[in-house]
T-cell receptor, first 111, second 117 residues
Framework: GENVEQHPSTLSVQEGDSAVIKCTYS??????FPWYKQELGKGPQLIID?????GEKKDQRIAVTLNKTAKHFSLHITETQPEDSAVYFC??????????FGTGTSLTVIP | GAVVSQHPSRVICKSGTSVKIECRSL??????MFWYRQFPKQSLMLMAT?????????EQGVEKDKFLINHASLTLSTLTVTSAHPEDSSFYIC?????????????FGSGTRLTVV
C-alpha cells in the first residue's frame, strides 16, 4: 500500500519568513495530493491540492509543488503569519478512492 | 459550499455503553465517506470507507463489529462505537465526498472527541 512520509515533524519560523514542508510517497499510481491544516480540537481543513498532471499550484501565500519522478511534493507558505500556526498534513490518494496521510508537521509562527 | 457536519463534537460515555456519531454532508451528496481515528499529536488513521448503499470496507485491524458504520443515504453516515472501553477514547473524524468542484476533493467534519470513563 501507499506510504507517505512527512518532514519536518515540527517547524518554527519567524513571522514573515517562509515555511516549507515536504512529503514523499511510494505508490506511483497516486494522482491526487491534498494538504490539510488542522487547528487544535478541530477537523482538518483542505488548504490546497494538486493533481499529478500539474507540477505547481499557487493560491495567494500558499503553493504546492509536485515532482512525480521523485515522488515528492512540498507545501510552501510565504510571509507567514501567527494564524498560520497549526498542524499541517499532506496526503496522497488515487483519485480520491483512499487517502493516506503523512504524520503531520506542527508549525509555529513566532510573532 | 461542501460543508460536512459532524455530531456530537464531544461525548463522554460510560464503559460498556454505545455511542453514535453522525456525519452529514449539508450541501452536496456524498457517495463516499471515510472515518478516521486520531490519537493526540498523531496523524489520521483510516478506519473504514463507506459507500452509500453498500457495506463499509474496514481497514486491517479495525473491528467491524465494534465500529458499526451505516451509510444509508447520500448525505448521512453514522459510526457507532459499541461496548465502548477507555481505550476507544479518541478523536473521530469523518470526511465526505467527492465534493462537486470538479476535483477529487473531500471535506472533513469537525471531529468528535470521545471519552470513555
Amino acid at each position: 500500500g501507499e506510504n507517505v512520509e512527512q518532514h519536518p515533524s515540527t517547524l518554527s519560523v519567524q513571522e514573515g519568513d517562509s515555511a516549507v514542508i515536504k512529503c514523499t510517497y511510494s505508490d506511483s499510481a497516486s494522482n491526487y495530493f491534498p494538504w490539510y491544516k488542522q487547528e487544535l480540537g478541530k477537523g482538518p481543513q483542505l488548504i490546497i491540492d494538486i493533481r499529478s498532471n500539474v507540477g505547481e499550484k499557487k493560491d495567494q501565500r500558499i503553493a504546492v509543488t509536485l515532482n512525480k519522478t521523485a515522488k515528492h511534493f512540498s507545501l510552501h507558505i510565504t510571509e507567514t503569519q501567527p494564524e498560520d500556526s497549526a498542524v499541517y498534513f499532506c496526503a496522497a490518494s488515487i483519485s480520491g478512492n483512499q487517502f493516506y496521510f503523512g504524520t503531520g508537521t506542527s508549525l509555529t509562527v513566532i510573532p | 459550499g461542501a460543508v460536512v457536519s459532524q455530531h456530537p463534537s464531544r461525548v463522554i460515555c460510560k464503559s460498556g455503553t454505545s455511542v453514535k456519531i453522525e456525519c452529514r454532508s449539508l450541501d452536496f451528496q456524498a457517495t463516499t465517506m471515510f472515518w478516521y481515528r486520531q490519537f493526540p499529536k498523531q496523524s489520521l488513521m483510516l478506519m473504514a470507507t463507506s459507500n452509500e448503499g453498500s457495506k463499509a470496507t474496514y481497514e486491517q485491524g479495525v473491528e467491524k463489529d465494534k465500529f458499526l458504520i451505516n451509510h444509508a443515504s447520500l448525505t448521512l453516515s453514522t459510526l457507532t462505537v459499541t461496548s465502548a472501553h477507555p481505550e476507544d477514547s479518541s478523536f473521530y473524524i469523518c470526511s465526505a465526498g467527492p465534493v462537486p468542484t470538479g476535483v477529487d476533493g473531500y471535506t472533513f467534519g469537525s471531529g468528535t472527541r470521545l471519552t470513555v470513563v
